[in-house]
């Protein structure tokens, strides 16, 4: 994939939030922010950038030029269309290295300076936000190299009789492609990885360990949830994860289980490791196909709050 890059048209603070922005030749950006601009704070927002490209075709709208700042942007970007990232994608200069956490914003309307001298704004369509992740100095005509999110999930299936080739793994795969299919959906990259592993604690324990260390944004477990002796699954990740969500799969139980009551014994889990989501699926076709279309609807969200991002 050709690396995308942008220049840094401007670089623009302010002291009070809501007004406009006045440049900058460089600016020093550390872990609260720009040092001197009146948005740095413990917060997600640290950060704005605006695309030139949005200013100039906002600029026939309103009739005439606009000033780098006047829209309360820090950054003025040129060359790349800084609207159509995602929360967690990142932008990277030299040291400097700012994460995605917000795509526009609410617009003040006539508590808003910006406002008030341009009866409109651009930002709560086209600005974005960053926190900063690595600080460091910036300087006018500086180039920000586009990183996309790539989210990584692990899947890993519990079947002694799949591990042992007596029949092959349908539910592991099927995670697989339902992950990859929603991710790209919500315009985002997806890499997995999976393993088949007999119904045995300590192989499990193994790799829930593995995966956590090498940060996978989502840990798959899917078969050995039922009530048989072999069925180890929801003890072990009960011990491994730091917090539980218990809402999710009773849903999912109460839901299914009212047309299918066999559904009401599956003893699926869910939580979260560090900031690693973990989910145990059966380990049926069908149950993964359902409780995945449960599950996609609440992971956005869950990473965003997993980040400290306040996405209300």
Request: charged letters at 25%; one cysteine or more.
């Amino acid at each position: 994939m050709q690396e995308k890059v942008c220049s840094i048209e401007s670089l623009n603070i302010s002291e009070q939030k809501g007004t406009i922005k006045t440049p900058r030749k460089e600016i020093i950006l550390n872990e609260l922010g720009i040092e001197g601009d009146a948005h740095a704070g413990k917060w997600h927002r640290q950060v704005s950038l605006l695309a030139a490209e949005s200013i100039t075709g906002f600029e026939g709208k309103l009739g005439r030029k606009i000033n780098h700042g006047e829209f309360a942007e820090n950054v003025t970007t040129l060359g790349f269309p800084v609207h159509k990232t995602r929360p967690f994608d990142r932008f990277v200069s030299g040291d400097v290295e700012l994460e995605v956490t917000q795509i526009g914003k609410k617009c003040h309307g006539d508590n808003c300076e910006i406002f008030q001298l341009t009866g409109s704004c651009i930002m709560p369509t086209e600005g974005i936000f960053c926190r900063v992740i690595k600080g460091g100095k910036l300087k006018e005509n500086d180039e920000l190299s586009y990183i996309p999110k790539t989210f990584r999930i692990k899947v890993i299936t519990l079947s002694d009789r799949a591990f042992e080739g007596i029949y092959k793994d349908k539910s592991g795969p099927l995670i697989e492609k339902l992950s990859k299919d929603w991710f790209l959906s919500q315009n985002y990259l997806c890499e997995t990885n999976r393993t088949v592993i007999p119904d045995e604690t300590e192989l499990l324990e193994s790799e829930l360990q593995k995966a956590a260390k090498e940060n996978y944004d989502i840990i798959y477990t899917t078969g050995s949830t039922g009530i048989g002796p072999r069925d180890v699954a929801p003890l072990t990740i009960s011990k491994f994860i730091d917090i539980e969500i218990p809402g999710i799969m009773d849903m999912i139980r109460l839901k299914y289980g009212a047309e299918k009551p066999s559904a009401l014994l599956s003893r699926s889990i869910a939580g979260v490791k560090n900031k690693t989501l973990v989910f145990s699926l059966p380990g049926s076709t069908k149950a993964v196909h359902e409780y995945l279309s449960e599950i996609h609807k609440i992971l956005m969200h869950s990473f965003l709050m997993l980040h400290s991002i306040d996405s209300h």
